[in-house]
C-alpha cells in the first residue's frame, strides 16, 4: 500500500510542475518560475523516493531526498523574498 502512496506523490508533484510550468510559459510571472522550479525539486524528491523504496530497498537514497528537498524549498522562499520587494 505504501508503495501506491509513494507513486501517486510522485504523479501529483509531476502534474503540479507540468501545470505550473504552462502557467509561467503562458503569463511570465516570475512567481510562477520559482514555484514551478520548487516543484521540480520536489518532483526529483518524490521519485528518489519512489527509486529508494521501491526498486533499491536496500541502498538508502536519503541524504539525496534531503539535499531535493532542501534546494526546492530554498528556490520557493527565494523567489517569495525577491518577488515582495
Known sequence: MANVVYSLCALTSIVC???LIQGFLRTRSRLLLWSSL???GLVVNN???VVDR???PDVDLYTMRSFSALVALTLLVYGLIWESE
Do not use: E, G, P
Open 17 to 19: 510542475a507540468v501545470l
Open 38 to 40: 520548487c516543484f521540480v
Open 47 to 49: 521519485v528518489l523516493l
Open 54 to 56: 521501491i526498486f533499491v
